[in-house]
Structure formats: C-alpha cells, structure tokens
C-alpha cells in the first residue's frame, strides 16, 4: 500500500473505501498512541474513531506521509481530551489498567493484548504524573519519533517550545524531584542493574527488572523482563564502560569515550524496579540532558 495513495482525492463511495482500507493499515499504531496517551482502552478507541471521522472529511490530496498526518491527528484529538477531562476534574475509571478494553466483545483481544504488552502499567502510571501538553510531547516525540515541528503544530506552539514540554516531561518521567531517599533506592536498583549486566546474570536482571519494562533505544524496542535481560547480558563489555549519574535528577548510567559522551541509559523507577531503560545515543537528544555525578 502506498504513500501516493493519498494523494487521490476520496469522492464518492469507491474513493472512500480505499481510504478505509488504507486508514485499517494504521489503526493498531493509531491505538498504541491514543493509549500511551490516554490510558483507557475505551477512550483510545473513541480517539481513533475520531480521526477516522476527520479523515474521512478531509482532502488528503496533498498528503505526502498519511501516517504522520494520522498521528498528529489523533495526538491532536487525545489533547482535547486530556484537557476536557481535566477541566471537568474527571478521572477515568479504567484508567491505568492496560487490558481493560479486552472485556468489550465489540474490540479485538489481539489487539488489546498487544496494547497491554507493548505499554505496561508502570509506564502509564508515570505518564500520568504530566500535563496534557508535556504528556503529547513525551509521547509523541520520545516514544514514536514524531519530529518537534510536528509536535509543536499540534500544540500550536514552536519546535522549541515542543522540545522544551518534551525535556520538561522527561525530566518528571524520571524522578527530576526525587527525594534523597528515593535517589538512595534508585542508586541500589542502578548498581543491581549494573552488576548483573556486568557479569551475564540473567536471574539478576530478572530481579531488577518491572515484568512489563520497555527498553527502547536507536535500534529499536524490546518489552518484557525476559528479551530485555538477554540484551542486556550481551552488553556485558559496555556494561564495564558504564558508571552511574544523575541525568535530569534521576539515577541513571553514563558512558563516555575519549572524554566526549557517547551513551546515556536513563530509567523509570516503580517501587524497587526499572519499569523503562532509555537508550541515548544522538547527540542532539545527549545535548539535552542535565548530567551531574552520582
């Protein structure tokens, strides 16, 4: 399928039923955004819905990339609704609870359970701790690579104000105002982490690590205890190169070679566990973060 597509326009019945066909193609990304977003499975499909609707009503000839107008589309919708919900002071029942959408016979457990494995309730809990404009950046930015531009036409705001809510948002993620207490805790989880990498143990890992960690760098994403602890065994070697900081507040790993910053790992912490691992490696995205020693 694709990407000129979108340039026909979708006058009558037939042109409409090839954009449905198209627009099917990108639904389960849809959702995994609209979730990451808004927590609740239900209302990420009402958000993808949405967008189908605006879709359906617009001109898309001059779409160059129908999947990032779609994802900026429904980013824009999960906006209006984070921010409709706060201002009735609402909170969704099924809020933090990945699956809870498996139950609706009208919804397709496949696709609930991918939502539920590829986001994790750890993760969800510690989005929650943004606002609506710091939790669209963080999201769409950090998680699915939405360029700041993008981001920034969303919120109506400039590239830098986006980078600024996205750093903002990242630096809240991850414990930016921890107390000491938790740095103590975050620093005994970091060395528990480092030492099992260092010596290939696999069951030491597994101790450290959320069942549901999401471990996301360039080369892509890996989610689970288990695919997690075998790629970090194999970076025994760069696990010796490794040694603890405080990036953006939070207890994380710094690598340096030759004196230039090379990779950061950052983490979310639930309890006594790494519910996220950030790999950093752009030096753009090194530029930006605040990095003290431990």
């Not at 099917?24 to 239900?42: C, P």
């Not at 969303?154 to 630096?171: D, E, F, K, M, N």
């Not at 070697?237 to 490794?242: K, P, Q, T, Y």
Request: aromatic residues 6%.
């Amino acid at each position: 399928m694709s990407e000129h597509d979108a340039h026909q326009h979708h006058d009558g019945t037939g042109g409409l039923d090839a954009l449905a066909e198209r627009f099917e193609a990108y639904r389960g990304h849809l959702r995994a955004v609209a979730f990451r977003m808004l927590g609740s499975a239900t209302e990420a499909e009402d958000a993808v819905q949405e967008t189908w609707f605006r879709l359906s009503r617009s001109d898309t000839s001059e779409v160059d990339n129908l999947g990032g107008w779609l994802t900026t589309v429904v980013g824009r919708v999960c906006l209006d609704l984070l921010r409709s919900r706060r201002t009735r002071g609402e909170q969704p029942l099924e809020t933090w609870e990945p699956a809870a959408g498996a139950q609706d016979p009208a919804q397709d457990p496949a696709q609930d359970a991918l939502l539920a494995d590829s986001v994790g309730s750890a993760l969800l809990v510690v989005l929650d701790q943004l606002n609506p404009a710091e939790r669209l950046a963080f999201v769409l930015h950090d998680l699915f690579g939405v360029p700041f531009d993008e981001v920034g036409g969303v919120l109506g705001r400039t590239p830098a104000a986006a980078r600024q809510l996205a750093s903002r948002g990242r630096r809240r993620v991850r414990g930016a105002d921890a107390p000491e207490a938790d740095l103590v805790r975050q620093r005994a989880v970091v060395d528990a982490f480092l030492a099992a990498a260092r010596d290939g143990d696999f069951e030491g890992l597994l101790a450290v690590l959320d069942p549901d960690v999401l471990a996301r760098g360039e080369a892509g994403t890996t989610i689970g205890a288990s695919g997690v602890a075998a790629g970090a065994k194999s970076f025994a070697r760069l696990a010796v190169e490794s040694r603890p900081a405080l990036i953006d507040g939070a207890t994380g790993l710094v690598r340096y070679v030759d004196d230039r910053l090379e990779r950061v790992l950052t983490f979310t912490f639930v309890g006594d566990r790494i519910a996220t691992i950030d790999i950093v490696t752009d030096p753009d995205r090194l530029a930006e973060l605040t990095i003290e020693p431990a």
